[in-house]
């Protein structure tokens, strides 16, 4: 099992959560589909609960903060100064929305746009690393930043977190991955089909041991499938909308028989 005690290196996706108005039903939704258990973080920190695989911290899921607010996920990038990387972004182009501020002994945050209008957030981590585990079923496996305008959104984070970029064979020319110190960290591109209007997005991809099961286990749950699981050459997947209108993908490697 891939597991990590120490703090991830700056600009790497750390962090994943969801903001939701009714916590208890999005963990019910999601512990059948991904495979996740939960520990609720207590009233201090609005019962924000720590979605776990085999008792190590995968992604997160709470309260929203005002009525209205959309439920989306939002994919963190570590930072080794929250406030020297808000500087960054606004210096190129991008917008922060909120923070940073401390989460009390757990780090310091702030949540932002992209040039290309698309959220995420940045995590220092203090007490809590943020992903505790990675790249097996129950976890994230993969993010991608799907823009309008990639090449906007290319020369941003290449300013703010130093990323390089390589071409993917069999993806839509303008996708590539990015890298973070030489290493692949996750994709970018276009908006790959997503409906006129839709603005920029990041996507999580989460791994679990059978894709077909957890799409099934998402429709039981009252979620909305988005493209049916399909064998790709990056894996079989297939992309579900969750019973609040956030979206992400379910990922199987595919081996050989």
């Not at 991904?34 to 911290?57: C, L, M, P, R």
């Not at 709470?62 to 939002?74: H, N």
């Not at 959220?119 to 129950?138: C, K, L, M, S």
């Amino acid at each position: 099992m891939p597991t990590r005690e120490t703090q991830w290196p700056a600009g790497t996706p750390c962090w994943v959560d969801l903001a939701v108005p009714d916590v208890k039903a999005a963990t019910e939704f999601y512990g059948p589909v991904v495979g996740w258990s939960f520990f609720d973080s207590g009233e201090d920190f609005g019962h924000f609960n720590i979605a776990q695989t085999n008792g190590k911290a995968a992604a997160g899921i709470g309260p929203v903060l005002q009525e209205g607010q959309p439920s989306v996920w939002t994919v963190y990038l570590a930072s080794d100064d929250a406030d020297a990387t808000a500087k960054l972004i606004t210096d190129n182009g991008g917008t922060v929305l909120a923070g940073p501020i401390d989460i009390a002994g757990n780090g310091r945050m702030l949540v932002a746009l992209d040039a290309a209008g698309a959220a995420f957030g940045v995590w220092q981590a203090v007490g809590q690393i943020g992903i505790e585990v990675y790249n097996e079923p129950g976890s994230l496996v993969w993010e991608d930043a799907r823009l309008p305008d990639p090449a906007a959104g290319k020369r941003f984070y290449s300013a703010v977190f130093g990323y390089g970029y390589q071409p993917v064979e069999g993806a839509p020319g303008d996708y590539e991955t990015f890298t973070v110190n030489g290493e692949v960290a996750g994709g970018m591109g276009g908006m790959m089909g997503a409906p006129e209007g839709t603005p920029g997005h990041w996507v999580p991809y989460f791994g679990v041991a059978d894709v077909d099961a957890a799409v099934a286990a998402a429709e039981r749950g009252g979620g909305t499938v988005l493209m049916r699981p399909e064998n790709t050459p990056f894996g079989r997947m297939g992309v579900i909308a969750d019973p609040f209108g956030a979206v992400f993908s379910v990922h199987r490697e595919v081996t050989e028989e």
